[in-house]
């Protein structure tokens, strides 16, 4: 099945804890946050907007101040290329 160009895309958040760890950041259902190291735990924001504010929000509530963080976008082909989506 092909997948056509420019269709939804998928957002996730690298956020820096410490100097020596990165993490990803995983929304859950009930809109908590939890933290991974592990890409197959990654879930995946439908926009930038939100994976900003979330994140953004993330890091007061947790830290107090905005860190280093990096939101990296994904097509659904990118997805099911590394086996994170499968096509129906």
Not at 47 to 64: M, R
Not at 68 to 84: A, G, H
């Amino acid at each position: 099945m092909e997948i056509k160009q420019g269709g939804q895309k998928y957002y996730s958040v690298l956020i820096q804890i410490s100097i020596q760890q990165i993490i990803w950041l995983v929304p859950q259902e009930n809109g908590k946050i939890a933290w991974s190291d592990n890409f197959k735990d990654v879930r995946f924001f439908s926009s930038y907007e939100k994976a900003k504010k979330t994140v953004e929000e993330h890091f007061l509530e947790a830290f107090g101040f905005i860190g280093s963080y990096k939101i990296i976008e994904f097509t659904r082909q990118e997805l099911v290329d590394f086996d994170i989506l499968t096509l129906e």
